[in-house]
């Protein structure tokens, strides 16, 4: 079993910034893709960022290319989302995500067989 805890989310204005944290344990997160989806209030949870295993690709929903980065360090079983230039409509709770699998198909989530329990990020106009 495989436990994912999110930290960072907070209320800010838009414009600021956050990094979103994610802590895994196990000693296989390094061979695992890992993802962040987010949910806004009355919407599905929608795919946000996913970084590969080796962190040698990754991917972004339109909506957040260029003010969203995604990383991760396997030393440290963490993952990571910087957030700049943030917008109203960015306001959800994002969850992490991460499980194995030899494919990449990154914005599903059937790809992650597991979750963290969301952290509230809310951005203000």
């Known amino acids: 079993q495989v436990h994912v805890v999110e930290s960072g989310g907070g209320l800010v204005e838009a414009g600021g910034s956050l990094r979103l944290s994610c802590s895994t344990s196990?000693?296989?997160?390094?061979?695992?893709?890992v993802a962040w989806f987010r949910q806004a209030p009355g919407k599905e949870r929608e795919f946000v960022a996913a970084i590969r295993w080796s962190g040698r690709s990754t991917s972004y929903t339109d909506s957040v290319k260029g003010r969203f980065t995604i990383s991760r360090d396997n030393a440290k079983n963490t993952l990571y989302l910087q957030m700049n230039s943030l917008k109203p409509e960015d306001t959800a709770v994002y969850y992490c995500?991460?499980?194995?699998?030899?494919?990449?198909?990154?914005?599903?989530?059937?790809?992650?067989?597991?979750w963290g329990q969301g952290t509230q990020v809310t951005v203000s106009s």
């Open positions: 196990g000693r296989t997160f390094s061979t695992y893709n």
């Open positions: 995500a991460t499980g194995y699998s030899s494919s990449w198909a990154p914005a599903s989530p059937h790809e992650y067989a597991y």
